[in-house]
């Protein structure tokens, strides 16, 4: 959600602020823009639309300028146009701003400024950034841009540059993620880091409060009182490769792809070099002595908390809720010295799981994060983490994450049952070998891929699709509807098989298909039964299933995709290739923006 970036160096700032916001794309954004200072002017140009659009508007004559700030940015206040398209600039044009998040109090703060008579040109509340800081520079704009960010309430980043401070971009952050880094003869500011791959060697994230100044020779970071601020400088390991589409065409495929390497290097991580036992890093602060657990997250993380519920039942007997984030704070949640919250995101910037993280936090609660990237929020504001080791995920829909949260939420049920009881709970061994052949599995999964391919031609005019399972296949039913909702724009629902008949069945006609996980097991009969009662309305059944050679499911089922044969954590992963590769195929067979679709954000920063 809206992108950030800012160069000053010795090369041509312009062509590095549009490879950037291309990298950057992925967030979600609707409208784009650059500022840089050529020959002593403010120069801006923005367009709403894509970065290609922008890149049309400059044209073929490069802009003279070696600083510049980029921004896409996703609408909240005010339509995706031209006009409220980021940088936004104060009345004579000579400070431009660019911001992530929301100004809370942008309403007062624009009527004030609007009494005193600073002319505003767009809806948004970034705007006012622009004129408080105009009308608090008196020549130290650095402190102007302080004593700014000091008035307006809500979350944050922002980056502000100055035809009067050609030397220099400021920046300030509350809330929203931001980073500077430094490179050969340049430095940078972007929101995220794979922007920066490639060019910084080093990065650092700026906390809550602080600000700062960047220039060519580096940055210089304060904490709101004005202290410098040392902070830590992290190395950029992440290879570039890795924001490339390698081949594929899309980056949503590529990923569907990566899962072997994705799921397989976040088990590696939490099991001993042997394979033979669990070990994982950051699990041994937390108390033992918690007696319920809440997982908290959004969306597609949240699904990956829900299948958590059933497997931490499971290895540890202990209440376990997965909540949606946003909902977390609008009930009163039994949160006591000995609830464990676990904070489930692969940003690790949402807001809403951010905001479930600082009320588990001061009612008392231990509070573990489970994120995909180092020095999130998320992971800052938490007593500890744990990693998914799914490298950067660029398609808006999740999908090497999610099995990779997985992954990790399984293993860190089982360390958690090991810790409690002191030894490692029966079964573990066995578990962990079949965790060891799970990349393998996973690669065997993904050969139902053309199957899939000619499947998608048949359901790409459905007009609603619906997903139905039981047990712990049942939040992987509610993955695959919100796959297929996110990037095809079906409307898709996912139910637990047993509901069915408790309303659902009222849609089920010959167009409605109705994707039914049907694994082996103490459920697998009812699903069966359940298959009776589509195909008796006539319904148009696709059964996923580890168990495609029954002749039972065969008669029954339409349509019938392999999955490989397998238990425990490793089953609820497997069941979710041919889902992703469903959603994306016939997101392809209607022609839609796979990787950036409609509305949608990659990584939501507002509430
Ligand atoms: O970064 P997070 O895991 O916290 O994001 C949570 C959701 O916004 C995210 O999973 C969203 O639902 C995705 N678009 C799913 O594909």
Redesign the pocket.
Known sequence: MCGIVGYIGKEDAASFLLQSLKRLEYRGYDSAGIAVIERGRLVRVRRAGKVRDLEAALGDTPLAATVGIGHTRWATHGAPTDENAHPHVDCNGRIAVIHNGIIENHAPLRRKLADEGHVFSSDTDTEVLAHLIESLDDGNLLEAVRRAVAQAEGAFAVAVLSQDHPDRIIVAKRGSPLVVGRGDDASFISSDVPALLGRASEVQFLADGEFGEVTRDGYHLFALDGRPVQGTPHRVSMDPVAIQKGGYKHFMQKEIHEQPRSVGETIREKTEPTGAGLSLPGVERVPTDFDHVYFV?????YHAAKVAEYLWEDALPVPAHAVIASEFRLRNPHITPRTLVVAV???GE?ID?LMAVRLARSRGAHVLALVNSEQSAIERESHGAVYTRAGVEIG???TKTFTAQIAALGLLGMALAERRGGIPAPGTGDALRELALLPGRIVEALRVEERVKTLAEKLRRASDVLFLARGVLYPIALEGA?KLK?ISYIHAEGYPAGEMKHGPIALIDEDTPVLMLAARGPAYDKLLSNMEEVKARKGFVVAVSDAPDDPNLVRLADEVLPVPASTGIALPILFTIPLQLLAYYVAVARGTDVDQPRN?AK??TVE
């Open positions: 997250a959004c969306g597609t993380a995101s692969q940003s949402t799981t808006v829909a999740a919100l996110e949608l990584t939501v």
